[in-house]
């Protein structure tokens, strides 16, 4: 058995920060945030938590599918900024949809997040363990950025994307993971508890961001080891990427997806991207892109996709499954 998509929703704070917003808040502007990262903007939430945004985004995929929420049998939230640390996102969203069959739990593996919950649901209805899985990528990062730090600020924004994976008999689903502690200062958000006992140690020291970031290490990191983790899942697949009919990647800058895309020496059309809107929403990125192109009819059957995520962690990881 495979898990199969039968239904996928997403949800974005209707608040919107364009780059000229930002540019009055930091000394940055349009120009340079469009040609560094291609973002125009990011949806910010107000009064929106990240498990509210979350089961939103279930909601959505609920409809969708046609399916009675008492057959979900597991939730899994990917998720590095749900407002509590427990309860977990899931079982707020079990309880928002009316899932009361499931199981639920939220994982945490930044920007990967959401691949490797697919790659999870994916393991459990292959096992036999579930038939139908609910899985949501949800992040507020907007709680985590210093709005006074041009260099991390003007990349994030906030979101919440799900997939209803159903039991199916199909085409075997191939996945690869990996992880890097080693990099682990590359990419680091802290959380409210330890920023201030770090703020305790500096004391007196001006810093105040949550987000530390190598930008251009992350960067390289992404270009070199996406294109790899994609090639070893081929591999595996024993598939070309001629096959692929899209490459759905996390949408963190324009620049590092066309690079992945030269690397692979693939036509960038193949690489959908819609960060140019949402900025970098962390775990939901994949879902939400997913979820616009399956609206807009892109999405048909047969078609073979290649999931693809990267950072903190560091962390990175891809799937390849059919439509
Ligand atoms: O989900 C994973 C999360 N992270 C990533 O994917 C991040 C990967 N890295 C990147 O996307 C890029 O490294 C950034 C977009 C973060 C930065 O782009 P860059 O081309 O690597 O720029 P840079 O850091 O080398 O900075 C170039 C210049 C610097 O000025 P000087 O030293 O050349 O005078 C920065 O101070 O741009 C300056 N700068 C800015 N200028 C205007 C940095 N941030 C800004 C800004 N506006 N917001």
């Known amino acids: 058995m495979v898990g199969k998509i039968c239904g996928t929703g997403s949800y974005v704070p209707p608040r919107v920060l364009n780059n000229d917003d930002l540019s009055k808040i930091v000394d940055t502007n349009d120009e340079w945030i469009r040609e560094r990262t291609g973002i125009g903007k990011r949806h910010v939430a107000e009064a929106e938590t990240t498990s509210w945004m979350a089961g939103q985004a279930a909601l ?11 057959e979900i049998d597991m939730i899994l939230v990917a998720t590095s900024s749900s407002e509590t640390v427990f309860p977990c ?22 920007c990967t997040g959401f691949v490797l919950a697919f790659n999870a649901a994916q393991a459990y209805i292959s096992a036999g363990f579930c038939r139908t899985v609910m ?11 210093d709005w006074t730090d041009r260099s991390t600020c003007i990349l994030f924004g906030d979101g919440a994307g799900a997939v209803i994976l159903r039991a199916e008999e199909g085409t075997p689903v191939y996945m690869a993971a990996h992880s890097d502690g080693e990099k682990a200062p590359s990419l680091t958000g802290l959380s409210r508890h330890r920023r201030g006992w770090v703020e305790e140690l500096e004391e007196g020291a001006e810093k105040k961001s949550f987000i530390h970031m190598d930008g251009q290490g992350v960067f390289k990191f992404a270009v070199r080891k996406v294109p790899e983790v994609i090639e070893e899942v081929l591999e595996e697949a024993g598939s070309s990427l001629e096959d692929i009919d899209y490459f759905i990647l996390h949408q963190a800058n324009r620049r590092i997806i066309e690079a992945v895309a030269k690397r692979l020496k693939t036509d960038v059309s193949k690489f959908p991207m819609n960060l140019e809107e949402y900025a970098n929403t962390s775990a939901a990125t994949v879902p939400i892109l997913i979820d616009e192109m399956n609206r807009k009819g892109m999405l048909t059957e047969g078609q073979k ?12 990881a891809a799937t390849l499954f059919e439509w």
Do not use: H
Request: charged fraction near 10%; hydrophobic fraction near 55%; aromatic fraction near 6%.
């Open 60 to 70: 959505r995929a609920v409809e969708q599918s046609g399916i009675d929420p008492a």
């Open 89 to 110: 996102a899931a079982c707020e969203v079990q309880k928002m949809i009316g899932a009361a069959g499931a199981a639920g739990y939220d994982l945490n593996a930044a």
């Open 135 to 145: 899985v949501i990528g949800a992040d507020s990062m907007s709680n985590m950025i």
């Open 305 to 316: 996709i290649m999931l693809a995520g990267f950072g903190a962690g560091l962390t990175w």
